[in-house]
C-alpha cells in the first residue's frame, strides 16, 4: 500500500515569494490534515479536511495561508506572501475516518516538505 | 485546551540499556494518546497507541501505559538499540469535536551510542 505523497520535499526562497506544496493521500483515506512543524518543536495542526470539506481551520493564518482538496483525494497548501517564520517542515497526514472515529484513528504522515524562507 | 509536556532532551543512552521518556498530558475529555516516532530522514510513524485508561500499546520493544490518575504516558523499552536512534513525540487526540486532531510534545531526541 502506497503511503502519503508529498511534494517538493525541499523548498527555498524568499520573503514576500508565494509557494504551494502538494499531498496524496492513502487511497480511500477520508480525513486529511496540514501541521507545520517548526525546528525544535512538535507538528502544529494548520488544516483539516473531511473529504473535500474544512473541518477544522482555527489554527491557519488566513492572511497568508489557503489550503483546498479537490474532488476529496489531492490537496494543496499555499502560502502567499511567505514570511521568515514559514520556514518550517510542512506534514500532511490522511486516515481512514479520523473525522467519525475521533480520536482513536491512526494518522500516517507523509515525508513532509522543508521550506525556507530567506 | 489540550497539551501535552515531554521530557527534557536530548537524550544519550548506550546500546542496551534501560529508556524511559517521560510524558505528561492536559485534557478536558477523554483523550488516546499516541507515541510517534521520527528516524533521520524519514516522515513521522506511529510507535503506539492507547485509547483508554489502563490500556498499554506495545510495538518493537516498547510500551507505555495509559494513567488516567498520573495523566501520563511514559514511553519505556527495556535494551535500547543503536537503529532506536531518533526524535519520539507524545501526541494526544481528544474525542468529540476535535475530529480526530492530534496535539503534540515537543519531541525528545534520543541518541544511542554502541
Known amino acids: 500500500e502506497a503511503g502519503v505523497a508529498q511534494s517538493p520535499r525541499y523548498k527555498i526562497i524568499e520573503k514576500r515569494q508565494s509557494v504551494a506544496f502538494w499531498c496524496n493521500p492513502i487511497?480511500?483515506?477520508?480525513?486529511l490534515y496540514w501541521y507545520q512543524q517548526i525546528l525544535g518543536q512538535g507538528p502544529k495542526l494548520l488544516i483539516q479536511f473531511q473529504n473535500n470539506g474544512v473541518v477544522d481551520d482555527s489554527q491557519l493564518p488566513k492572511d497568508r495561508f489557503s489550503a483546498e482538496r479537490l474532488k476529496g483525494v489531492d490537496s494543496t497548501l499555499k502560502i502567499q506572501p511567505a514570511k521568515l517564520e514559514d520556514s518550517a517542515v510542512y506534514l500532511c497526514a490522511s486516515s481512514l475516518e479520523g473525522f467519525w472515529r475521533g480520536g482513536t484513528d491512526t494518522q500516517y504522515f507523509g515525508p513532509g516538505t522543508r521550506l525556507t524562507v530567506l | 485546551g489540550n497539551s501535552v509536556t515531554q521530557m527534557e532532551g536530548p537524550v544519550t543512552l548506550s546500546e542496551e540499556a534501560f529508556l524511559t521518556i517521560n510524558c505528561t498530558y492536559t485534557a478536558t475529555g477523554y483523550p488516546s494518546l499516541f507515541w510517534y516516532v521520527q528516524y533521520p530522514g524519514e516522515g513521522l510513524q506511529l510507535l503506539l497507541k492507547?485509547?483508554?485508561?489502563?490500556d498499554k500499546g506495545s510495538n518493537k520493544g516498547f510500551e507505555a501505559t495509559y494513567r488516567k490518575e498520573t495523566t501520563s504516558f511514559h514511553l519505556e523499552k527495556g535494551s535500547v538499540q543503536v537503529s532506536d536512534s531518533a526524535v519520539y513525540f507524545c501526541?494526544?487526540?481528544?474525542?468529540?469535536?476535535?475530529?480526530?486532531?492530534?496535539?503534540f510534545g515537543q519531541g525528545t531526541i534520543l541518541t544511542v551510542h554502541p
Open positions: 492507547a485509547t483508554k485508561a489502563d
Open positions: 487511497s480511500g483515506h477520508a480525513t
Open positions: 501526541a494526544l487526540s481528544e474525542d468529540g469535536t476535535s475530529y480526530g486532531k492530534l496535539t
